[in-house]
Each structure stands twice: as structure tokens, then as C-alpha cells.
């Protein structure tokens, strides 16, 4: 089945500062999309995002099918944007996504 | 209803017994996902439903799990003779038909096996 990386594991960031979330997948894909799970363990859909690009507030995302990676960008990030960033992905005839292992943001004041 | 929803949210078991979880999809979604979620580590898919009909239940872990969707709408996971090793998040996801059509997740169950 299909593998699905993301980098960074961790990562510590002040408010206000911008961060690059990646996620790497190992076939051509059928449905991409990035979740945040928050810290009462709601998963969030963010984008579904099988290619292109997207903007939604001060979140952004981009998937370059044909390289086989996305990128979550997040802007004058926030302590509300705390949590875990799931990306999941599907190919072939299989409906099931396969999720990453997760970027578990902390913003700090 | 306007999401997913999931009951019970929580569930505390003793081992030996069993456990049915349930999942009310988002009205007109036909496709029906079942999730297990370990702490700390992203969803890793159980089994899914196109209707009422079970289309691929290669996650379910061994014979203990099963899921059924009678009427094409609420999904019911069950679980019997719960082990320690099944305490999990559960979680549920519906979506329109097909491969490329994007999944909603229910604020899932936390299951607790003592």
C-alpha cells in the first residue's frame, strides 16, 4: 500500500511565527488531505487537496502530484493552531486513507 | 445531522466483555469508514461500507471485530471479548461515494479496556 511521511515530527514555534508542515507519499494519489487534530482530539478537516493549491485564512496548501509531496503552510500561527497535523492519502481503487505519523505543532506566547 | 457523530464519546470496559460502537454518518454520504487510533499515532483503517455493503474489511485486526451497516445509515463496530490491546480512539468517517471524495470524521469514542 501506499507510504506516507511527514517532517517535521516536532516543532516549537512563537506566535506569530510561520511554519512549513511536508508530506511525502510513495504512489500517485487519488484523494489527499490534511487534518489537525487539537488537544481535545477532534480531527479537523483542513484540505482535500489531491492537487493545486488552496487557501483557507491563514493556512495554505499546496500538492505537487507528479513529485509526490504536499506542503501545509501556516501563517502568524497562533497558540489555537497547536495540535497534531495529519496528513492522509489514498490511491488506486482502495477508499482507505493511509495517514502519516503526524507533525505535532506547540505555539507558543 | 450537520456531522458525524459517534456514541458512546467514552467507554470503559472490563476484559472479557463486549462493546458496540456506533456511527451516524452525515445524511446523504454513502460511503461509511471505520478507524482505530492508538495514542500517539495517526488513524489506521478498520473496514468501510458503500451502503449497506461491506466493501473491504482487510483492517479489522482478527475475528473479535466486526461491523455492520444494515440499512445503509448507522454503522455499528463491535467488539467481543475486549483485551487490553483494543483500548483505542475509534473513530468514524463518512463520505460521498467513491475513491476521490473527501472523508468527515466523528469526534470518535474512546474505548478503555481495564
Known amino acids: 500500500g501506499i507510504q506516507v511521511e511527514q517532517s517535521p515530527p516536532d516543532l516549537i514555534l512563537q506566535e506569530g511565527a510561520n511554519s512549513t508542515l511536508r508530506c511525502n507519499f510513495s504512489?500517485?494519489?487519488?484523494?489527499l488531505q490534511w487534518f489537525h487534530q487539537n488537544p481535545w482530539g477532534q480531527l479537523i478537516n483542513l484540505f482535500y487537496?489531491?492537487?493545486g493549491t488552496k487557501q483557507n485564512g491563514r493556512l495554505s496548501a499546496t500538492t505537487v502530484a507528479t513529485e509526490r509531496y504536499s506542503l501545509l503552510y501556516i501563517s502568524s500561527s497562533q497558540t489555537t493552531d497547536s495540535g497534531v497535523y495529519f496528513c492522509?492519502?489514498?490511491?488506486?481503487?482502495?477508499?482507505?486513507?493511509?495517514f502519516g505519523t503526524g507533525t505535532r505543532l506547540q505555539v507558543t506566547l | 445531522g450537520a456531522g458525524v457523530s459517534q456514541s458512546p464519546r467514552y467507554k470503559v470496559t472490563k476484559r472479557g466483555q463486549d462493546v458496540a460502537l456506533r456511527c451516524d454518518p452525515i445524511s446523504g454520504h454513502v460511503s461509511l469508514y471505520w478507524y482505530r487510533q492508538a495514542l500517539g499515532q495517526g488513524p489506521e483503517f478498520l473496514t468501510y461500507f458503500n451502503y449497506e455493503a461491506q466493501q473491504d474489511k482487510s483492517g479489522l485486526p482478527n475475528d473479535r471485530f466486526s461491523a455492520e451497516r444494515p440499512e445503509g445509515s448507522i454503522s455499528t463496530l463491535t467488539i467481543q471479548r475486549t483485551e487490553q490491546r483494543d483500548s483505542a480512539m475509534y473513530r468514524c468517517a463518512s463520505s460521498l461515494v467513491g475513491t476521490t471524495t473527501e472523508q468527515f470524521f466523528g469526534p470518535g469514542t474512546r474505548l478503555t479496556v481495564l
Open positions: 504512489d500517485s494519489v487519488n484523494n
Open positions: 492522509a492519502a489514498n490511491t488506486g481503487t482502495a477508499s482507505k486513507l493511509t
Open positions: 487537496i489531491p492537487s
